[in-house]
């Protein structure tokens, strides 16, 4: 069964950082290009980061670009997103999200329960 | 702002049929495939249609999509009251080398 598990939200100030971690199993990692979604509350979704299966391929929205860095462990099975210089706009539910990337950018057909940070004083 | 465009809220009746749309532009939809996805209150969104017009598997067949041009639709036909959710669509954007999602929208089974 896959399983995407999303770790390290939480509270943090303004200006602050947070890395996010997304443990991986019941599929070949390595073979999967990964990406972190998130979802403002009673907002719609907003694509933030991919990374491709052996990271040669990295992208990022313009709204993080400079601030946040995604990168992934294929030894390790994890995904992780390092965000820097938070804004309060950033406060959202971040979820990992699983791209068959057949071998481009294809669709997300796994998705992690998500991981909530707060940026606030 | 969104890049693609889908109406705020849609609404039928059960056993109708529903279509919701969502719109974009020559480096979205017009050059790559639309993704539909769903999501249930305080859930993570579910792959709904993939590649503008397939099911994954488990997905009723009363789920449809399709597209042309620039623009791209998602139908539901018998509408039940578990439909009554939230609805985003997706495509890849070769200008901004990034993935663009509707506004989504919120669907009401009457």
């Known amino acids: 069964e896959v399983q995407l598990v999303e770790s390290g939200g939480g509270l943090v100030e303004p200006g602050g950082s947070l890395r996010l971690s997304c443990a991986a199993s019941?599929?070949?990692?390595?073979?999967?290009?990964m990406n972190w979604v998130r979802q403002a509350p009673g907002k719609g979704l907003e694509w933030v980061s991919s990374i491709s299966s052996s990271s040669n391929y990295i992208y990022h929205a313009d709204s993080v670009k400079g601030r946040f860095t995604i990168s992934r462990d294929n030894a390790k099975n994890s995904l992780y997103l390092q965000m820097n210089s938070l804004r309060a706009e950033d406060t959202a539910v971040y979820y990992c999200a699983r791209d068959p990337a057949r071998p481009y950018p294809d669709y997300f057909d796994y998705w992690g329960q998500g991981t909530l940070v707060t940026v606030s004083s | 702002q969104s890049v693609l465009t889908q109406p705020p809220s849609a609404s039928g009746t059960p056993g109708q049929r529903v279509t919701i749309s969502c719109s974009g532009s020559?480096?979205?939809?017009?050059?790559?495939?639309v993704d539909w996805y769903q999501q249930l209150p305080g859930t993570a969104p579910k792959l709904l249609i993939y590649g503008d017009n397939q099911r994954p598997s488990g997905v009723p067949d009363r789920f449809s999509g399709s597209k042309s041009g620039t623009s791209a639709s998602l139908a539901i036909s018998g509408l039940q009251s578990e439909d009554e959710t939230d609805y985003y669509c997706a495509a890849w954007d070769d200008s901004l080398n990034g993935w663009v999602f509707g506004g989504g929208t919120k669907l009401t089974v009457l």
């Open positions: 019941g599929f070949t990692f390595s073979s999967y290009s």
């Open positions: 020559s480096s979205n939809i017009g050059s790559n495939t």
